[in-house]
């Protein structure tokens, strides 16, 4: 069974992208061509065995390849086996012990809480000017909730329940969520819609941030959030930065992983273990400016 008919499968009955099927191609091709010198006709993959695929991706990682895209070479071939093996063409899966390599995932970055706090003394708006409180708004809510940019240009008015004093969310693949708001976010929403209709009256089921009278856009968010973060000692400016920031400043402060799990909306807790990671590094990042034993290093 070629290379081609799995290409296909992948192609036509598991509906992969165009892209997706092309780096699997390569991959393969790759693989078929340094076990036959470049013979593909004579390729039988029941004669393969996991000492040739190891082979195979020892020498990519000596040609200098990085980790993640052995990692993806590896897919790629233990994907092919397994089809395979689904498709009876053979018994035994050369591929199913070869180990993936580790890609190390950078941390995701965050603004340290002093610097947070000085960005809300800044931001803090003037009595009736509508800019000002819309900006603050936007900050105050990524940062005391956690949501991703689209799920705050997702809400609208009717999303507010200031009786329950929560603020319904639309996350990823269309789930929702209610999050709690505190008292000072709900005042500053408040006030916020009071300048927005006086300033846009004609405005109808609209949504709660808005930019010229009509919802804001991912790219004018973004203009705004890179503009207050601007100067902080994240490399990174947008508003992801600040949902790292709200879950590491949760975690530090004694909430329970599943507790900012089902804030974040998160699928998995796996996903939001990367916190504690963070955690971590600010810990030690803390104990060698302050702790008096890491200060006699540098006596």
């Given amino acids: 069974m070629t290379v081609d008919n799995f290409l296909k499968y992948i192609r036509y009955e598991l509906n992969y992208s165009t892209h997706t099927v092309l780096s699997y191609s390569i991959d393969l091709n790759q693989f078929v061509n340094y076990l036959t010198n470049n013979e593909a006709d004579k390729f039988n993959p029941t004669d393969i065995t996991s000492n040739d695929i190891r082979s195979w991706l020892g020498k990519l990682a000596k040609e200098g390849l990085s980790p993640r895209t052995l990692r993806r070479k590896a897919q790629s071939v233990r994907a092919y086996f397994k089809y395979l093996i689904k498709s009876k063409f053979i018994t035994t899966n050369p591929a199913v012990d070869i180990t993936l390599s580790k890609t190390n995932k950078p941390l995701p970055e965050f603004v340290r809480d002093n610097e947070i706090q000085e960005i809300i003394a800044l931001l803090e708006p003037s009595d009736n000017d509508f800019f000002s409180h819309r900006n603050y708004l936007i900050f105050l809510l990524l940062y005391t909730t956690g949501i991703r940019q689209s799920e705050l240009l997702g809400i609208s008015d009717c999303d507010i329940d200031f009786t329950r004093m929560e603020v319904k969310v639309t996350g990823k693949r269309n789930k929702q969520r209610l999050i709690p708001i505190a008292n000072e976010i709900a ?70 992983l599943n507790s900012i799990k089902e804030i974040l909306g998160h699928s998995s807790i796996a996903t939001t273990q990367i916190y504690t990671h963070i955690t971590l590094r600010e810990l030690q990042t803390n104990y060698e400016h302050a702790h008096p034993r890491a200060l006699k290093k540098e006596v």
């Fill in 187 to 256: 005042e500053v929403i408040t006030k916020y819609q009071q300048l927005r209709n006086a300033q846009y009256p004609d405005l109808k089921d609209c949504k709660l941030i808005i930019h010229k009278g009509k919802p804001m856009t991912t790219n004018t968010l973004y203009y705004i959030v890179s503009r207050i973060l601007k100067g902080t000692s994240s490399r990174q400016k947008g508003a992801h930065v600040i949902r790292h920031t709200f879950a590491t400043a949760m975690l530090n402060n004694g909430a329970g």
